[in-house]
C-alpha cells in the first residue's frame, strides 16, 4: 500500500472557538511525495499538518471528529512520540525546538531519550546527509539562521521518519540559505526517499520543487493536483488571494488563452524564445530629492560583543549612515549581517559602544526607548514579542490609551479594518496563526503614530494579499511617517516597494542604491547571499534595460504578438 497518511471527514475546534477550523477535510499523502500546502492565513493549513503527527488531538486539544491514520497508526489511538518516529515536524519558529547548547548534543537527543543505542550513529548520519558535520562541534547560538534551520531539520531526521513536514521553510531566511533548505528536501526526497510536506507561501519554491499541491480554504481542501496543473490555474489561485510564481503570471497576462504556462524560470525562458513579442521599453524611475537634514543618522557607530573566549565580536566597526524623509528604505544580506542589531540601535534598545545614533533630534544613546518609542516603532521580527495583553485589541489600544491620545476608537476602528482584524480582535495574540500575528503586530506597531516606523522581515508568514494591505496601509500612513525601514529577505518586496536599498554584509554597509542598481550588479547579489526575484532575472534574460523589478512592469513592456519574428533570449 502506498498511502502514508489518509485523512477522514476530519473536523476540528480549538477550545472556546465558535467555528471549525477544519471542516470535514479529506486527504491522503502518498510515500515519496513532495507534497505543498497552500492557502491564505487562517485557511487550516498548520492545523491540519498538526495533525498528521498527533500534535493535534494530544497536544492543541478541542472538539475533533474523523480520524487520521499515519502508516497504518490511528493518531487518536498512539502517542506523539510514537508518532514522531513516522511523521517529524519542524516548526516555523525553529529556533525554539533546539533544547541542547551544541549541535551533535541537539541532533542525537531525540534518539538518545527513546533510548535508542545508536543514537550517536543517528545523529552522524543525519549531519553527513544535509553536510553539517563541519559545524558539529558549534554551540547552537554561535549559527546563522540558515545553518540553525538545517540543525532542526537534522535533529528530527535522526529518528529516521517517514515524512517530514515543515512549516514555511524559507520565511526567516535569506534567498540563498532559502534555496539551500529546498535543495536539502528535495535530497531527502529524491535520494533518501522521504515524504515532503512543507507549508509554503511562496510559489516560486513549489513550482521548481514540489510535485504535488494540496489547496485549502476555510478549513477546507479545495482540491490536491500535481504542480504543474495546480500553478496553472491562475484565476482561482489569485481569487483565494495565492499568486503562482512571477514568470507563470506574466505570461499568462501576455497570452490569455488556454496554453500550459510554465511554472519555473528556465521553463518561462523556454516559453518566450518560441514565442514572439515586442519590446516596448520603459524609462528609469526619477530619484527621491533628500532634504537637507536626516530624519535618522549613524555617525562612527561601533558595537559588539564579548565571546566565551572574553574576546571582541564586532558586530559593526565606525558605521555611518543617514535616513531621510520620504525614503522608503529596504535593508537587504544574508542571515548574520546586522540588520537586526542596525534597526534596534535606531531605536534605543541597544547603545553603541562608541558613536552617536541620532533620531528625529534626539541621541538614541542618552535617550530611554520608551521616549523614542513617541517617535519611532519597532515591529519585532517574531510578532509574538509585541503582545503583553490578553487581546488584540487591548494590544492595540495600550500606547495609545496610557498616553491619552484623542480618538483612540476611530484610530483603532480604522486599523481593525486594514487588517482584516474584526473576527480575533477580542482573542490572544499569542494563540493566533503565523500570519495573523504578523497582521497584528503590524497593527499595534502602527497605533503608535511614529515618525519611523522600523520593520524586521514583515512579510515573514504573510500570504501576498495580507503583504499588499501592509504596504497600501503605509503608503496611507505618509503623511504621518516620514521614513520607513525594512530588514527583510523578501526580495520581491524590496524591488516592488523600496526607493532605497541598503545592502550590509558583515556589519558593513557593502552598496546604497536603487533597486536597479541592486539587482544589476551581479557580483554584489554573490557577495551578499541575495537572490533577484524570478522576474527581475526573465527581464535580464530578454536583455531588457531597464529591467522591469515587477510582473506589472514587464507586461507593460512587453506585447504578444501573432507573428513570427522572435525575440532573441541571452
Not at 472556546?16 to 500546502?37: P, Q, S
Not at 553603541?352 to 534626539?362: A, D, I, L, R, S
Not at 522591469?548 to 519574428?565: I, K, N, T, W
Request: glycine share 6%; hydrophobic share 40%; with cysteine.
Amino acid at each position: 500500500m502506498n498511502t502514508l497518511i489518509s485523512v477522514k471527514d476530519l473536523s476540528f475546534k480549538y477550545p472556546g472557538g465558535t467555528e471549525n477550523i477544519l471542516n470535514r477535510v479529506n486527504v491522503e499523502i502518498n510515500k515519496k511525495d513532495f507534497t505543498a500546502v497552500i492557502g491564505s492565513n487562517g485557511s487550516g493549513k498548520t492545523t491540519l499538518c498538526k495533525a498528521f503527527n498527533g500534535l493535534i488531538p494530544h497536544f492543541y486539544v478541542g472538539d475533533i471528529k474523523g480520524e487520521v491514520i499515519v502508516d497504518g497508526l490511528n493518531t487518536r489511538e498512539h502517542s506523539v512520540s510514537e508518532l514522531s518516529k513516522k511523521t517529524a515536524y519542524v516548526y516555523q519558529d525553529f529556533e525554539n525546538q533546539l533544547v541542547r547548547p551544541t549541535v551533535f548534543d541537539e541532533v542525537t537527543f531525540a534518539p538518545l531519550s527513546f533510548g535508542m543505542k545508536d543514537f550517536k550513529e543517528r545523529g552522524q548520519l543525519a549531519l553527513e546527509m544535509l553536510d553539517l558535520t563541519s559545524i558539529k562541534d558549534e554551540f547552537i547560538w554561535q549559527l546563522s539562521g540558515g545553518q540553525k534551520h538545517l540543525v532542526a531539520l537534522a535533529s528530527v531526521l535522526s529518528l529516521d521518519p517517514e515524512a517530514i513536514i515543515i512549516d514555511e521553510p524559507v520565511a526567516q531566511l535569506d534567498p540563498v540559505n532559502a534555496k539551500k533548505i529546498y535543495e536539502k528536501l528535495k535530497l531527502l526526497n529524491e535520494a533518501y526517499g522521504k515524504t515532503i510536506i512543507v507549508i509554503e507561501h511562496h510559489t516560486e519554491f513549489i513550482g521548481e520543487y514540489c510535485k504535488k499541491v494540496i489547496m485549502m480554504d476555510k478549513g477546507q481542501v479545495v482540491w490536491q493536483k500535481p504542480t504543474k496543473d495546480a500553478l496553472n490555474n491562475v484565476g482561482e489561485l489569485i481569487e483565494k488571494d495565492i499568486f503562482p510564481p512571477q514568470v507563470t503570471q506574466a505570461i499568462h497576462r501576455l497570452y490569455q488563452n488556454n496554453i500550459l504556462l510554465p511554472i519555473t524560470l528556465s521553463e518561462g525562458i523556454d516559453f518566450l524564445k518560441n514565442h514572439p513579442v515586442s519590446i516596448a521599453q520603459q524609462p528609469y524611475p526619477e530619484k527621491v530629492k533628500k532634504l537637507p537634514t536626516p530624519i535618522v543618522s549613524l555617525e562612527g557607530v561601533t558595537h559588539g560583543y564579548k565571546t566565551l573566549n572574553r574576546g571582541m565580536n564586532y558586530v559593526f566597526t565606525d558605521l555611518d549612515l543617514s535616513l531621510y524623509e520620504g525614503d522608503r528604505v529596504a535593508i537587504v544580506g544574508s542571515n548574520g549581517a546586522g540588520k537586526s542589531t542596525l534597526l534596534k540601535m535606531i531605536t534605543g534598545i541597544i547603545k553603541p559602544k562608541h558613536g552617536n545614533v541620532f533620531v528625529c533630534g534626539e541621541n538614541a544613546g542618552n535617550t530611554p526607548p520608551e521616549k523614542l518609542s513617541e517617535k519611532v516603532t519597532y515591529i519585532y521580527q517574531n510578532p509574538e514579542e509585541m503582545f503583553i495583553e490578553d487581546s488584540i485589541r487591548k494590544d492595540i489600544e495600550y500606547f495609545l490609551k496610557v498616553r491619552d491620545v484623542p480618538d483612540t476608537e476611530q484610530f483603532f476602528s480604522k486599523l481593525v479594518e486594514r487588517f482584516h482584524l474584526k473576527e480575533i480582535e477580542n482573542k490572544d495574540g499569542r494563540l493566533l496563526s503565523g500570519g495573523q500575528q504578523r497582521r497584528s503586530s503590524m497593527a499595534i506597531g502602527l497605533g503608535m503614530r511614529p515618525q519611523v516606523i522600523l520593520l524586521d522581515e514583515p512579510t515573514a508568514s504573510l500570504d501576498i494579499s495580507s503583504r499588499k494591505e501592509m504596504l497600501l496601509m503605509l503608503e496611507q500612513l505618509k503623511d504621518s511617517v516620514k521614513t520607513v525601514v525594512v530588514a527583510t529577505h523578501d526580495m520581491q518586496l524590496v524591488a516592488e516597494w523600496a526607493n532605497r536599498v541598503i545592502v550590509m554584509d558583515q556589519g558593513e554597509i557593502v552598496k546604497d542604491g536603487s533597486s536597479h542598481d541592486i539587482f544589476s550588479d551581479v557580483a554584489l547579489l554573490e557577495k551578499a547571499s541575495i537572490q533577484a526575484p524570478q522576474i527581475i532575472k526573465l527581464g535580464q534574460a530578454l536583455n531588457l534595460n531597464p529591467v522591469p523589478l515587477s510582473v506589472d512592469a514587464f507586461v507593460s513592456c512587453l506585447v504578444a504578438e501573432s507573428g513570427e519574428e522572435k525575440l532573441e533570449i541571452y
